[in-house]
Structure formats: C-alpha cells, structure tokens
C-alpha cells in the first residue's frame, strides 16, 4: 500500500496570504496524484490531478506541482472560502487507491 | 448536469450488512470511460477508498475490506452498489459514491452528497 502523509496537519494563514500544502508518498506515483479540498458537512470537490492540472471551475489561484514523492498544493491570496481539508490521493496503484490524511488550513 | 445521490441504512447493528445505492443522474452510468467508486470518512477522519467498478467490468476492492464487499452496477437503471457484511462498530462512517475520471486520470471528480451509517447495538 502507497502511504501518502500530508504537512503540516493545520495551516494557520490570514486571508490574502498565500499558502503551501504538502503530499509525500511512500513510493513513486509519478504524476499520479490528486488534490481534493472538503468543507464541513460537504462532500470533496477536486481541485488537481495529474499533481497540476485544476479540475473544471478551479480558480487559478490553486495550483499543483510535483512528481515522484514529492508534491505541492499551493494557494495563492487566500480567500474566506478558501478555509477546509485538503487532501492528497495517489491513483498510481489501485491496490489501493490511497489518500493522505490531510491539512486543515484556518485562519 | 452529472449528479450522484446515496441512499443507505442509516443505522445497522453490528454483523449485519450494509446495503447502499448510488442514482446516477444527467448521463448514463454507461457513457465514457468512466469508473464508479465507493469512499467512506469515519467521523473526524480522513478518506478512505473502499472499490470501485466499470459498468460493464470487474469490480476493484480495497484490500482491507475485500472480503466483505461486493460492489455492482445496474445499467438498467443507472445505479451502482455498494455491500458490506459483517460490520462493526469501526464502519460507522460517512460513504460517498464517486465517479472515478477518464482515461487513466483515475480521480474523483464527481461526489455525491454522502449518507451517514452508524454501526451499533
């Protein structure tokens, strides 16, 4: 099993600030890898995949970069609704499909 | 307007079966190369895969959870399933039904609102 570990587990950040979030797996997914934000009591909407595409409708403000191991989810100038989880999945074994425990950024 | 909505138990004893639906709605479960899949977050917890499932293929299982789900597709009415036996107090959780994206960009893209199980006596 790819073991994804995400850092830090909260993100204190101000609005307008940027932030940076990231996704470490056990093992290689190459360019694998997804990036999903959750708010209280809603569902995960995707936000990256291929580490650095943005899905549909994501502001240009989110992005994505990283491959192999390593990955980063970046937020630039925060915005109120920016405040939730963030999680990490690697889809590069499906045995299984794994994500990261995720990073709560607040204000 | 791609929309999944869940439907399930909401409260089970322990060493029963778990039984959810997943309505697929605004397409057919049968257009593009699409996967469904099955999630579930233990409260105050992080995401957890459980399988997923092509309409016209072999269902994929979560290792840890193999031997006690059977995932399955209905294409006559646009639904997919999710079966989980013997459960315990450790599959209370939220379950979301998912569709994984296309060709080999194998996310989650579209979610569904998620129905809440308790497991308990």
């Known amino acids: 099993e790819i073991v994804m570990a995400q850092s830090p587990a909260t993100l204190s950040v101000s609005p307008g600030e940027s932030a940076t979030l990231s996704c470490r797996a056990s093992q290689s997914v190459s360019g694998n890898l997804a990036w999903y934000q959750q708010k209280p009591g809603q569902a995960p909407r995707l936000l990256i995949y291929?580490?650095?595409t943005r899905a549909t409708g994501i502001p240009a403000r989110f992005s994505g970069s990283g491959s192999g191991t390593e990955f980063t989810l970046t937020i630039s100038s925060l915005q109120s609704e920016d405040f939730a989880v963030y999680y990490c999945?690697?889809?590069?074994?499906?045995?299984?499909?794994?994500f990261g425990g995720g990073t709560k950024v607040e204000i | 307007q791609l929309q999944l909505q869940e439907s399930g138990p909401g409260l089970v004893q322990p060493s029963e079966t778990l039984s959810f639906t997943c309505n697929v709605s605004?397409?057919?479960?049968?257009?593009?190369?699409?996967?469904w899949g099955w999630i579930r977050q233990s409260p105050g917890k992080g995401l957890e895969w459980i399988g997923s499932i092509y309409y016209s293929g072999t269902p994929y299982y979560n290792p840890s959870l193999k031997s006690r789900v059977i995932i399955s597709v209905d294409t006559s009415k646009d639904q997919f399933s999710l079966r989980l036996t013997s459960v315990t107090v450790a599959d209370t959780a939220v379950y979301y039904c998912a569709r994984l994206a296309a060709a080999g960009e194998y996310a989650f893209d579209v979610w569904g609102q998620g129905t809440m199980v308790t497991v308990s006596s």
């Open positions: 605004g397409d057919s479960i049968t257009s593009g190369s699409y996967y």
């Open positions: 291929g580490a650095s």
């Open positions: 999945q690697q889809y590069n074994n499906w045995y299984p499909l794994t």
